[in-house]
């Protein structure tokens, strides 16, 4: 075992190595989407590796991978998507005392407040350079759809601020990737505290600290998704015992970015008591609008901005108008894929809600969040770093296919058409139902309900299928048995005194129960 540490150092440094030139290389096209598919590669080989280290060096190893593999997204600007130049313009606009929901980057209102990195000068944007987009006055803007107001809501414009605030003149980009970078490392150390609280095997948060997703989309890309992580994370992690807590936390998430409000499901698993959904349901909905009540009071239009307009031009409303629902339109006509997704939806949700592990709501999370994905088929890759984390929480690995299928959606579809993508969530979700069909044959007996330690919870010791109670439960039965008392034993069923019954009638009874 000793010398998997080493193996696993080797992979590590690999995977840092390619996925800094992949980025600081402006890699674009098929060598894009080659060196991405190996950084993957490195990473599951990496996660293998890594079962088979010590444990006593699993946190170690863990950690200073996590820094390596998150410090690669600080080395070059956004590569793959210039959504963190609006989160940027957003939170000048803020500090200017402007809503960012009344004036699109466009509006000659706000041009006193246009500098030259977000708007080129006449020279740059006559060069036609890709991540351009053009404006009315013949100049240009590095801000993509600049004729729409912002689609973000209350809680990612809030962060947008605070990182605004907070900047040096002249930091451009680096801001807000250092920023998501603290949050990405934020993120896996929680995800730590989580999983050695409930004494669950450490190694599964290297799905997360690892993952290439999270350098490319969460560092380099700066996506506020990963801020959305880290609050559905806390919030899974506290709502079986505090359920107030858990509901505001999650509130926090889906005001940050919509995708969390696949959790509810999740966090409410098992849960049939109405003041227990209560509990959970009002925390939320009351903390999404009281985060969105400045920026009603403060702006002069609709606070949902672009929002409506982003979910047209995606094509959730209409089927045959992209590649959303690839799957289901491989068997069902067009028109009824959207009523399929809402009634699988509704479906996936109630079987989770009533069958759920409340003690592990994450688990519950995944499914709600794994199947939306596969049923929506996103061409967004940054959308699956929810998905990503889930796993990392749950550690069933199979579910990173249906995070590897949005990323070749993004990167392929342009190359090879929408064909690539329907192929790439095809074999997700062939990996998924695999991952069920293996998990559902267990090697082990059925754990027996009637014994201590039978349940993954925290202190069971369950390992590798066998079952005994964990020291604490030990510690617990030794101080609640019964003291015994000096004198003769006695039959507990005729009351007679073991030593004068005769040898037969004891062996009938089989061994004395000390």
């Not at 490319?216 to 359920?243: I, K, Q, T």
């Not at 672009?306 to 069902?332: I, K, M, T, W």
Request: hydrophobic share 50%; proline share 8%; with cysteine.
């Amino acid at each position: 075992m000793i010398r998997n540490r080493p193996v696993a150092v080797l992979l590590l440094a690999a995977l840092t190595a390619l996925l800094a030139v992949l980025l600081h290389g402006n890699a674009r096209g098929p060598g894009l989407l080659a060196g991405y598919a190996g950084a993957w590669t490195l990473f599951a080989a990496a996660v293998v590796v890594l079962r088979r280290v010590p444990g006593r060096s699993v946190l170690p190893l863990l950690v200073a991978g996590a820094i390596a593999v998150t410090a690669t997204g600080l080395t070059a600007a956004p590569a793959t998507s210039t959504d963190s130049y609006r989160y940027a313009w957003d939170g000048r606009v803020q500090a200017a005392g402007v809503s960012p929901y009344d004036h699109a980057p466009a509006d000659p209102a706000l041009a006193g407040l246009r500098d030259g990195w977000l708007f080129p000068d006449a020279a740059a944007c006559a060069r036609n350079e890709t991540d351009l987009a053009p404006l009315d006055d013949g100049l240009c803007t590095r801000i993509n759809r600049p004729t729409v107001h912002t689609v973000y809501p209350p809680t990612a414009e809030a962060w947008f601020l605070l990182v605004h605030a907070l900047s040096p003149d002249g930091v451009r980009h680096k801001a807000l990737q250092l920023a998501a970078a603290l949050l990405a490392l934020a993120v896996t150390g929680l995800l730590v505290v989580v999983v050695r609280r409930r004494r669950s095997d450490l190694r599964k948060t290297a799905l997360w600290a690892w993952c290439p997703a999270v350098p490319v989309e969460a560092v380099n890309n700066a996506h506020v998704d990963v801020l959305a992580v880290l609050f559905s994370v806390a919030a899974l992690a506290v709502v079986a015992r505090h359920r107030a807590t858990g509901g505001v936390l999650l509130g926090l998430a889906v005001a940050t970015k919509m995708l969390p409000a696949l959790l509810v499901p999740g966090a409410l698993s098992g849960e049939r008591r109405p003041r227990g959904i209560l509990a959970v349901f009002v925390p939320v909905i009351v903390t999404v609008g009281a985060l969105y009540l400045p920026y009603v009071l403060l702006s002069q239009g609709s606070v949902l901005g672009y929002l409506g307009g982003y979910a047209q031009e995606e094509g959730y409303d209409d089927a045959g108008a992209s590649g959303r629902y690839a799957l289901l339109r491989l068997v069902l006509p067009d028109a009824w894929a959207m009523p399929a997704v809402a009634l699988a939806m509704m479906v996936v949700a109630l079987a989770v809600w009533r069958r759920g592990d409340p003690e592990r709501p994450w688990r519950g999370a995944l499914v709600t969040t794994g199947t939306a994905f596969l049923l929506l088929t996103p061409g967004y890759s940054w959308y699956a770093l929810l998905l990503v984390a889930l796993v990392a929480l749950d550690g069933r690995w199979e579910w990173l296919g249906v995070a590897l299928a949005g990323a070749i959606a993004y990167l392929a579809v342009p190359l090879a058409g929408q064909g690539a993508g329907t192929t790439a969530y095809g074999i997700a979700a062939a990996a998924v139902c695999a991952g069920w069909w293996a998990r559902r044959r267990p090697d082990h007996p059925a754990p027996d309900p009637g014994r201590p330690g039978t349940v993954d919870q925290p202190g069971t010791g369950l390992v590798q299928g066998r079952r005994w109670p964990s020291s604490a439960s030990r510690r617990e039965q030794a101080v609640t048995a019964p003291t015994a008392q000096p004198g003769p034993a006695v039959d507990g069923a005729s009351g007679t005194p073991r030593s004068v019954r005769p040898w037969s009638a004891s062996r009938t009874r089989g061994p004395t129960p000390y």
